[in-house]
């Protein structure tokens, strides 16, 4: 045992310190890629054991990532360079729950859906709704700015958040934000949430808790051409109506949904919107039946509202599980995560499938597409190089074509170390020397969670991300 | 996978895996990393340690394959700490089937690590002298009765008190001894209440039969009040679920194939089972044989086919809703292996809400595992104990004083559970005799 | 000083056309800010012109305060130093209006109105009412993340805006964020620049998302006789299924003062809360029974206002409370910030332990948004009235929450801060601020700290 270990395990004891190579081999991967291993792995309980761990590296000049539950897709808890990662799968203590004031106050570790059904009964719950949030916590959410189907009408992470305690690079705490609106200042904690763990290490957080709303309708529509179905999208938002969800799957991504989750999509359609309107009774009823008139007027073969919460709950199952579901007919695959105006959905759909045609490779289509979000799936197999590089040069065209469209090249996977070379598709020089600007505040060193974020100009910005089996 | 072409028995690998069933890439190549596993994992949930998750687990499994993990102390320890409640199922997105994984991981390592002599000991005992034979179970039986009524028990237990570590909480954990055991009943057929619509067979387990005599009885007559004419056949014995969950694979497929004959010499209807850990192995006997013996798949998938798990069969016919009223406040823990291994979640609480006056209140992380998972309480007690706690936190959430479940197992754990809690008075019941007593109160027939 | 001025006006006017960099003295008179006019009045037509300022004015350390009349700088400390009234009201184009994508990127010195007009035609609004209203530019709004009402429902400019362009003080035009509803892209500078009033950077440039503007609106009084019934009136909307578009509580004291500026004629002598719901006429007239309800369990009156100029006026006083105070020089305009559940237990004490009748002081909450605002007019105002100042943030802070003084007289901004305590996150703010603009030539003196 190195006396690097032995002065971890002095700071938090034997059983947080993970330091054989059999454990840190399970730790070189999270949702999206393996890399280097740490160089040991610290499970902390308290504020007080991320400040010494921190304080420590600082003097060994060892760099230091923070974990939730390394479900993230951009490669953001990982150890590209070695280094302590800091665990945060025991401090997931709700410390605080306050209904009068919609609050709480959470440790980073708390899993995202674990808090939304801590206030359920009461008839709360905690609005950012990723994908992934029976696993992922909302620490990684923070770092992420994590959105989710219902961002649509909630908005993501960072209109959630409300305060955070973050421990710098240097080991001091700083409190930003308040556990309410107004405190005057510069907005620190909407800074640090999407920062990806770079600018410092978040080990409280005050989330807003939003109230159920009275009624929930759902409402499948079923297209036999996909151009209409993105037609629809802007339709729908044209006619003032804010849905809570719109997502969109074309016929591919619903066919492998529905054989693993037979949630009852059609399979013969070319592609579906899964829209989900809420608040009260009246509301959800007129708007649903707007939106059913919209649907029909953009040639939906089908409008079909779910009659049960069973109903609901399937169809949302199938969605949730939509990546996953392509695991199985395609062990590999590169999810995309480019944003772009939704009135162009309709373009962009035509120039995926002209990208896909001319890589020669299955593309998938699932969509945010009431943000404009995209998560094209580019399917491969692994063990076949030449079809990944081609899979990676297609990936690049669609986010180039996104830049191009005034949008994103990530919506709400992050950048980590799989899109940091992709920066300057949508940043100048200058923009990114102004986030350099603000890194050099908190971060002179650069030692926490590096490699990550910011191009390292390194790569001429070619794709270095190794997309492992199914990443 | 890395080719090892002579391994002796027994014998530590160097790199890989050694010949026979193996985790292989066609069941972890759908593992995509995405970690939507880890909080449905009891132990990940406790330790939050990757090796000790599902997507840990897969991960280091394929790192044996690969040669960079040695199948070796540290693998074993996170595969064996693994509950196999298959919550991870659930959870996963792309389908892996981790029961499986797990399994063939377990099987290597049965085959190829030398476990510590005591431990080796225990498990030849175990798995081998002991589950396989009724007669040796019978007596074993006898013997435990005598030791539990004879107050031998108690006085065993107030010795074992003062020592350390966890004797005391194991010998806690021993099953009560229910006579009249329920292998006289083995060869009877039990006629049907009323009109016979069904002819089933009624698959009693090897411990149950001794321990949960009750609830077998309770079983039959459950069944007979739904139509059904129930065949008990002699020549069953153990369905081989524990030595499947511990790799012994070998041994099951023996235990397997004498189900088959016991069971394959009749067309019945259905094959009955009350016990989730049981039923679920039952519906995989095929994988037994996809593999090895692969001549006997045929006969198991047949019989794999007509398994159903006793909850499963009532709520698909028209099940007999003429009951009397039990005023309760219940709960309704899920049994892993069926909610996860079978996907037989509704069924049970289709029969609870069928029972006039009782109260169903959902138990929060009901799908969580309460810690018992076959002899995991007892080879994994510390884990074990730290489960059934926040189980029984969950329990007194919903302030219920009648807990169901549909698996002996869970009935032992929890019931271990509500002893060792402040609220003794509750009542910890399996589905089946729940129902029993609602008929009882209704048709006036004696329990 | 006035040979450096006058190289600058020579310089600026290289940068900006002559015409653009102004020195008569009515005009600089009119940008004073806190009692300092400025030496020149700079009007910078595009975002490089801009940045080409500052850039000029941080070499030659002249310190700048950006606005577009100067019209609402009273928020804030007294600068330290004004050199250069930086006026963007030459910039107010919209780029990218894309009504069918609800979103619109547009310049600083777009006049509020303007804009609401603008898209209004589509059916859309930015649902703010920031202080000043229609004359409120958007690059004062965004730089001070100025909201209203609204904000319990929509928010504040923070969950609005998309991206900014700022122009910084090393010459350059800086974008963060982008024109796309969802965007997680590398740090969200964005919210940095948002409320840092114009101390680090000046935008030039804000991209934002557009709602669109429910199609009926009607608003419903309850009374509620004292501030305890009134709480329990919130806290009955707050578990009731509705969700207004915003909510009023307002104090006797403010309904005294609305009673004879709006004959305001239905009000007994008590609290009232004025709730606004919007949608279609079916959700309005389901609002309309559910707080119905509320009244009736709580047995107090409910009523629904008519649609007519009075409403109008309460709710615009309610808003802009500023521009009425304005008119007033030795007003105190206070904004204390509070978890909700403490909003009536603020009022409750400051009105029994803090305030006396010659304050002459109205106050109403925003009881949904967690807000106190508090006006007072002592006059002529007692020595040592500061102390009534310091009391009343003193009570906010014991209440977990902070008070801003928003308008104070002359003489009382000397003695009193503006924002308030600072926490220990301020060293990262100070730093920042020495990252962006190293020599301190934004808005001096003005901000949280001193910055």
Redesign the interface.
């Known amino acids: 045992m190195k006396s690097f270990t032995r002065e971890l395990i002095r700071l938090v004891g034997r059983d947080a310190v993970l330091w054989r190579p059999e454990d840190l081999m399970l730790y070189e991967y999270d949702g999206l890629s393996s890399l280097r291993q740490p160089d040991a792995v610290v499970l902390p309980t308290t504020t007080d054991h991320v400040v010494g761990i921190v304080k420590f590296a600082a003097r060994e000049k060892v760099p230091v990532v923070a974990r939730g539950a390394g479900t993230g897709l951009s490669g953001g808890a990982v150890t590209p360079e070695g280094g302590i990662l800091i665990g945060f799968s025991r401090m997931k203590k709700i410390l605080e729950i306050d209904l009068e004031n919609q609050r709480a106050r959470i440790q980073p570790g708390v899993v995202n859906l674990d808090l939304s059904l801590a206030v359920s009964d009461q008839g709360y719950f905690y609005a950012p709704d990723p994908s992934s949030q029976k696993a992922c916590t909302i620490g990684g959410n923070v770092a992420e700015n994590s959105g989710g189907p219902h961002t649509l009408a909630y908005g993501v992470t960072t209109n959630h958040v409300l305060g955070l305690e973050v421990v710098l690079p240097g080991g001091e705490v700083i409190h930003t934000g308040a556990a309410h609106w107004g405190r005057p200042g510069y907005d620190l904690t909407g800074l640090i949430v999407g920062s990806e763990g770079t600018l410092g290490i978040v080990t409280e957080i005050t989330v807003r808790l939003m109230r159920k709303p009275e009624a929930v309708k759902t409402l499948l529509a079923v297209y036999d051409r996909v151009l209409d179905a993105t037609r629809t999208v802007a339709a729908i938002t044209a006619r003032g109506i804010t849905p809570a969800a719109l997502e969109m799957m074309d016929g591919f991504t619903l066919r492998a949904v529905e054989d693993a989750t037979h949630a009852g999509y059609p399979k013969d359609s070319a592609a579906v919107l899964l829209i989900e309107v809420e608040g009260l009774l009246e509301n959800v009823e007129e708007e649903s039946d707007q939106i059913e008139a919209v649907c029909r007027e953009d040639h939906a073969r089908d409008v079909r509202r779910a009659k049960s919460n069973e109903e609901r709950e399937l169809l949302w199952r199938g969605r949730k599980n939509a990546f996953g579901a392509i695991g199985r007919i395609s062990p590999s695959y590169y999810v995309q995560d480019g944003v772009i105006p939704r009135t162009r959905l309709p373009e962009m759909l035509e120039f995926i499938a002209g990208v896909a045609e001319k890589y020669k490779l299955q593309i998938g289509n699932i969509f945010h597409a009431g943000d404009g979000n995209l998560h094209p799936l580019l399917m491969f197999d692994a063990r076949d190089e030449a079809q990944h590089q081609r899979v990676l040069k297609a990936a690049r065209e669609i986010m180039a074509k996104c830049a191009e469209m005034g949008g994103s090249i990530t919506g709400e996977h992050g950048v980590g170390i799989e899109k940091n070379e992709l920066m300057p598709l949508i940043f100048s020089p200058d923009d990114l020397d102004a986030m350099r600007k603000v890194k050099s505040v908190f971060n002179p060193a650069g030692e926490f969670n590096p490699a990550k974020l910011l191009p390292s100009g390194k790569m001429c910005g070619e794709l270095r991300v190794q997309v492992s089996a199914g990443a | 996978m890395s080719q090892v072409e002579t391994q002796p028995m027994n014998a530590t690998l160097v790199k890989g895996y050694g010949p026979g069933e193996a985790p292989t890439w066609d069941f972890y190549?759908?593992?995509?990393?995405?970690?939507?596993?880890?909080?449905?994992c009891p132990t990940?949930r406790e330790l939050?340690?990757?090796?000790d998750s599902p997507r840990?687990r897969i991960?280091?499994m394929i790192?044996v394959e690969r040669g960079?993990?040695p199948l070796a102390k540290?693998?074993v320890e996170h595969i064996d700490l693994c509950l196999d409640c298959r919550s991870c199922e659930t959870?996963?997105?792309?389908?892996v089937e981790y029961g499986r994984l797990v399994e063939a991981a377990r099987g290597q390592i049965e085959k190829y690590y030398r476990r510590p002599l005591l431990e080796s000991a225990l498990r030849k005992f175990f798995f081998h002298f002991l589950l396989p034979h009724r007669r040796r179970l019978e007596f074993a039986g006898r013997v435990l009765r005598f030791y539990q009524r004879s107050g031998l028990e108690a006085l065993t237990r107030a010795l074992l008190k003062p020592f350390p570590g966890r004797l005391a909480d194991v010998a806690r954990l021993a099953p009560r001894m229910e006579r009249p055991f329920f292998t006289e009943r083995l060869g009877t057929v039990v006629p049907a209440v009323g009109t016979r619509r069904h002819c089933v067979a009624f698959f009693a387990g090897c411990i149950a039969n001794l321990s949960f005599a009750r609830l077998n009885e309770a079983t039959v007559r459950v069944l007979a009040q739904n139509g059904c004419e129930v065949v008990i056949p002699r020549d069953q014995g153990c369905c081989g679920a524990l030595h499947v969950h511990a790799g012994i694979r070998d041994l099951a497929r023996d235990l397997a194939r004498r189900n088959l004959d016991a069971f394959l010499a009749e067309d019945f209807d259905a094959i009955i089972t009350n016990a989730a850990g049981c039923g679920s192995v039952l519906k995989e006997y095929p994988l037994l044989f996809e593999k090895e013996q692969p001549e006997e798949l045929e006969r198991a998938r047949a019989f794999s086919s007509r398994v159903k798990d006793v909850t499963e069969f009532l709520a698909g016919i028209e099940f007999n809703r003429e009951m009397g009223a039990i005023k309760a406040r219940a709960t309704y823990q899920d049994p892993c292996h069926l909610s996860h291994a079978q996907r037989i979640r509704t069924a049970p609480r289709k029969l609870l809400a069928a029972v006039p006056g009782l109260e169903l209140v959902e138990l929060?992380e009901s799908e969580i595992c309460c810690g018992s998972a076959g002899v995991y309480n007892v080879a994994h007690n510390e884990m074990a104990e730290r489960l059934l706690a926040g189980k029984m936190r969950r329990v007194d959430e919903t302030g219920a004083d009648l807990i169901l479940t549909a698996n002996p197992g869970c009935l032992l754990q929890l019931r271990a559970g509500v002893a060792g809690s402040k609220s003794r008075h509750r009542r910890v019941m399996h589905v089946v005799e729940l129902l029993d007593e609602a008929y009882s109160l209704r048709s006036g027939h004696t329990a | 000083m006035i040979t450096a001025l006058d190289r600058a006006q020579t310089e600026l006017a290289n940068i900006v056309g002559a015409a653009r960099v102004v020195s008569d003295e009515g005009t600089r008179a009119s940008l004073s800010v806190d009692g300092k006019t400025p030496g020149l009045a700079v009007y910078p037509p595009s975002a490089q012109q801009t940045a080409e300022v500052l850039r000029y004015a941080s070499h030659e350390r002249l310190a700048v305060i950006p606005c577009r009349n100067a019209t609402k700088l009273s928020i804030g400390n007294p600068p330290r130093d004004y050199d250069i009234a930086l006026c963007m009201k030459e910039m107010n184009r919209v780029w990218h209006y894309e009504p069918e994508d609800l979103t619109i990127s547009a310049e600083p010195g777009m006049k509020f109105g303007d804009f609401q007009h603008f898209v209004g035609r589509h059916g859309l609004w930015l649902p703010l009412n920031p202080p000043g209203g229609a004359s409120a530019s958007l690059g004062g709004i965004v730089a001070t993340n100025a909201s209203g009402s609204y904000r319990c429902f929509y928010g504040t400019p923070r969950d609005m805006a998309l991206g900014v362009k700022v122009a910084t003080t090393e010459g350059k035009v800086v974008k963060a964020g982008g024109r796309v509803v969802k965007n997680v892209a590398g740090y969200d500078l964005t919210k940095l620049m948002i409320g840092s009033f114009g101390t680090l950077g000046v935008i030039v440039e804000m991209s934002f998302k557009l709602f669109p503007r429910p199609t009926e609106r009607a608003t419903f009084v309850l009374t509620a006789g004292t501030l305890e019934k009134a709480r329990e009136i919130r806290r009955a909307l707050q578990l009731s299924p509705i969700r207004p578009l915003r909510a009023a509580l307002l104090d006797a004291s403010y309904m005294e003062f609305l009673k004879e500026s709006e004959h305001l004629k239905e009000c007994g002598g008590g609290c009232e809360i004025w709730i606004e719901v919007g949608g279609s006429e079916r959700v309005v007239g389901r609002c309309s029974s559910e707080l119905k309800q509320i009244a009736l369990r709580a047995n107090e009156t409910f009523r629904e206002q008519e649609r007519n100029s009075t409403m109008a006026g309460v709710w615009s006083r309610i808003d802009d409370s500023y521009s009425g105070v304005r008119a007033n020089t030795d007003d105190w305009l206070l904004r204390v910030s509070m978890a909700v559940s403490a909003v009536e237990e603020y009022m409750i004490r400051a009105n029994r332990d803090q305030l006396r009748p010659e304050h002459f002081w109205r106050c109403w909450a925003e009881p949904l948004g967690g807000i106190v605002h508090l006006w007072l007019h002592p006059h002529p105002e007692p020595a040592g009235f500061e102390e009534v100042i310091h009391n009343l943030r003193r009570l906010g802070e014991e209440l977990g929450g902070s008070l801003v003084v928003e308008i104070a007289p002359f003489a009382g901004k000397a003695k009193v801060d503006a924002w308030g305590t600072i926490g220990d996150d301020f060293e990262v703010m100070r730093k920042l601020k020495d990252a962006f603009d190293p020599n301190h030539i934004l808005s001096p003196g003005r901000f949280v700290g001193g910055l």
Not at chain 2, 48 to 51: L, S
């Open positions: 190549s759908k593992c995509i990393h995405c970690g939507l596993c880890l909080n449905a990940y939050g340690v990757e090796m840990g991960y280091q790192q960079r993990l540290s693998f959870a996963c997105p792309s389908g929060k």
